[in-house]
């Protein structure tokens, strides 16, 4: 499905500015009106387990200031893909705001041309999102009152963050059961103004200039795949580690800069690393790796990202494959065919390596690939050439179980492979004899410096690196870091059926202090720990667990539906910091007539004492 912004989206923003200039001419009109401004720095993220894709639209996103005052940062739809800010945030961006205190923010998804996929026993299918009276979801609505001890504050000449996060396991509940499978969507976001902290980031946006600035350059946000905005702008700061690929060639420190100076202004730029300091009026950013112009978006090429999931000869299939073609329209096919050959230029992601051949692109990669695009006239067939192309080797993620391991090696039982499981992946060819073909059930990884001799088997991992050149495992993939499963961020999910349920905690459920969920209280459907894809039953625990809430950094929300015309398609969310703020929320919204529809809990589930500590609750109410 090609994504198309919808004339009635860009209709109601054209009305609603409108509106807005208007009220400010008119205020100003008595002629001591002085609009004093900050920054707001602004992040999206969100938290998957399930989906391949989901992408919809943002319409708009509007800031409530304690006055009353409105204002919407947001100068442009944008069209977003949340699967692919899980574990790295966007910089939406930083744009300058009125000073004061804002209480609340709005966000306004466009589900019109969302393009929502699963994987289904290895294949990529879709899902249709709808509301939970069974209609087709158009747009949602979601309002966060944010805590009110913790308002997001605009200063003079400052810059201030808020953090949206958008956690997908709240936000639907799927079916593949049925046929077209559904996403019945129950609109909810997290959000909470937010200290500088070390969550990784991306910031894509317009390169402006290195001059006044120290081992940096300035350069003006444009987020996502985002084609016309500038959305404030940023100071990048660089070291002499940061990696730079500025078309195609790679440089680090100084030298990339230099490189970078002699770009023509508005050159397209995505920088990676956290943010800086948020002191003044323009905000800093510390980057770790900076990818410029054609590694990008090339003006002259169509590109497509997703994961090999076959190759023969110099044929790769591409499973999940999202296409942007030199038209800037976006499509995902479930499949797609890409040629590459001797003149194919390979590149991987952060590395300096040289001399890479087609030979490197292996089944279980995660890539983006340069060519030219052919569709279907039906378009429901892409085949791309990518003989005189360009390959991106990209950070590749692995799930699962510990079969064995020694200092350097490791062998698992595949869960996952960039988030399909086994039976996705056709591994013929990827060993240097057919007989060392991967499988997944014993699936070699090089662990180099890192020792997993001393976990125990069976134990649940995630495994970050690059698949091994094709025609050459074992191994099968080269880590680069190894984590336990428990050290990940475990999600817990508890969902109830149409009609909800009032009684869903046990009676020594105090909401201050923790939640426990009674597994035998009306109406409930599913109840599971997912550690990444190994998801464990809670009525396979010695008993429920007791959900308490972590020492910090705590984001606490309760969800209401808000009165509309149409069922499910508006949320009014109550934001807590703190336990004492959420137990308030919780005791208001069981009024005896709301019901519960989910809870998901974000954090780590402690097995020795039958705990979950979240750092993340949401309940969410019908």
């Known amino acids: 499905m090609i994504v198309v912004r919808t004339d009635r989206a860009r209709l109601v923003r054209a009305l609603r500015l409108l509106c807005v200039g208007l009220v400010a001419l008119f205020a100003g009109c008595g002629g001591n009106t002085i609009i004093i401004y900050g920054t707001a720095v602004i992040s999206v993220q969100s938290t998957n387990n399930q989906f391949l894709s989901y992408q919809v639209g943002i319409d708009s996103i509007v800031l409530t200031r304690s006055d009353g005052i409105v204002v919407e940062p947001l100068s442009t739809p944008q069209t977003v893909d949340f699967t692919q800010i899980t574990d790295i945030a966007e910089l939406l961006g930083s744009p300058a705001l009125p000073i004061g205190s804002y209480v609340s923010v709005s966000i306004t998804l466009d589900y019109t041309s969302a393009s929502i996929w699963v994987d ?191 190759r023969s000869g110099n044929t790769l299939t591409i499973a999940a494959g999202t296409y942007f073609t030199t038209l800037d329209q976006i499509q995902l096919f479930p499949t797609a065919t890409v040629t590459v050959g001797p003149d194919t230029t390979v590149a991987i992601d952060g590395s300096a390596a040289t001399g890479l051949t087609a030979d490197a692109v292996s089944v279980g990669q995660q890539v983006t690939i340069f060519g030219q695009g052919t569709v279907n006239t039906t378009g429901t067939s892409l085949s791309i050439d990518a003989t005189a192309g360009f390959v991106r080797l990209q950070s590749t993620r692995l799930w699962g179980t510990l079969n ?58 995630q495994v970050d690196g690059l698949v091994t050149a094709f025609g050459t495992a074992p191994p099968d993939f080269t880590a680069t870091a190894v984590t336990l499963g428990t050290a990940t961020p475990q999600v817990l999910v508890v969902t109830w059926g149409s009609t909800g349920a009032t009684a869903p905690f046990t009676a020594s459920t105090s909401y201050s202090t923790g939640l426990t969920v009674n597994l035998k209280s009306t109406n409930i459907l599913t109840h599971y720990i997912a550690t990444g894809p190994a998801m464990a039953d809670l009525a396979s625990l010695p008993s429920s667990p007791l959900i308490t809430y972590a020492p910090a950094n705590l984001q606490l929300a309760v969800g209401l539906p808000t009165a509309s015309s149409v069922v499910g398609t508006e949320t009014s969310v109550t934001m807590s910091n703190s336990a004492a703020s959420f137990a308030t929320a919780m005791a208001a919204a069981f009024n005896g007539t709301n019901a519960i529809y989910t809870l998901v809990a974000v954090g780590q589930y402690d097995s020795a004492t039958n705990t979950f500590n979240a750092t993340q609750v949401n309940v969410n109410f019908y």
């Open 404 to 461: 064995s391991a020694s200092p350097g090696s490791a062998t698992l039982n595949m869960l996952t492979l960039q988030n399909f499981v086994p039976a996705g992946f056709s591994f013929a060819g990827t060993g240097a004899t057919a007989a060392q073909d991967a499988t997944a059930a014993n699936y070699v990884v090089n662990t180099g410096t890192i020792d997993e001799s001393g976990t125990a088997p069976g134990t649940v991992l």
């Open 120 to 310: 289904e026993g290895g294949q990529a299918v879709p899902v249709e999102a709808l509301t939970i009276a069974g209609t087709l979801m158009t747009t949602a609505i979601i309002t966060v009152t944010l805590d009110p001890n913790n308002p997001l504050v605009i200063t003079s000449q400052q810059s201030s963050r808020l953090a949206l996060n958008l956690n997908l396991g709240a936000l639907n509940t799927v079916d593949t059961a049925v046929s077209p499978g559904e996403a019945v969507v129950q609109p909810f976001m997290y959000a909470t103004p937010a200290a500088v902290d070390s969550t990784p980031m991306r910031a894509r946006g317009l390169y402006v200039t290195e001059m006044s600035v120290t081992n940096g350059f300035i350069m003006n946000a444009r987020p996502f795949i985002d084609q016309v905005s500038a959305l404030g702008a940023e100071t990048v700061n660089i070291t002499a580690q940061t990696y730079f690929n500025i078309n195609g060639i790679v440089f680090f420190g100084a030298a990339g800069l230099a490189e970078l100076a002699k770009q023509p202004e508005s050159t397209l730029v995505a920088a990676y690393g956290t943010l800086g300091n948020l002191s003044g009026i323009t905000p800093t950013f510390n980057a770790t790796s900076v990818y410029v112009g054609l590694v990008l978006q090339d003006p002259l090429a169509d590109d497509i990202s997703g994961v090999v999931s076959a």
